[in-house]
């Protein structure tokens, strides 16, 4: 059975810095695509930044520079390095697995940036 579980979550101020984390289980993680998207109230799930297996990865325009995927393959964890935090990135962010050609979806993670 696939499992994703996200943590790092949490309250933070505008201009501080979270880790989320986001561990795998029941896949080969060296060969899934990891990515991260979020979703705040009333709008739609979106993109955040995605790592595939060789090493790429991309970011949505409104986190670029800001925020940073990797993944440690000997963990089976991916990890989303957010700096800079800003207000409109509240949301609930999910980690996604594609693997095998099937998706797969954690929980999702609070993440709340607020004076």
């Known amino acids: 059975q696939v499992q994703l579980v996200e943590s790092g979550g949490g309250l933070v101020q505008p201009g501080g810095s979270l880790r989320l984390s986001c561990a795998a289980s029941g896949i080969i993680f060296s060969s899934a695509a990891m990515g991260w998207y979020r979703q705040a109230p009333g709008k739609e799930r979106e993109l955040v930044a995605i790592?595939?297996?060789?090493?790429?990865?991309m970011y949505a325009d409104s986190v670029k520079d800001r925020f940073t995927i990797s993944r440690d393959n000997a963990k089976d964890t991916v990890y989303l390095q957010m700096n800079s935090l800003k207000p409109e990135d509240t949301a609930v962010y999910y980690c996604r697995a594609v693997y095998r050609n099937k998706e797969y979806w954690g929980q999702g993670t609070q993440v709340t940036v607020s004076s």
């Open positions: 790592g595939i297996a060789g090493g790429n990865t």
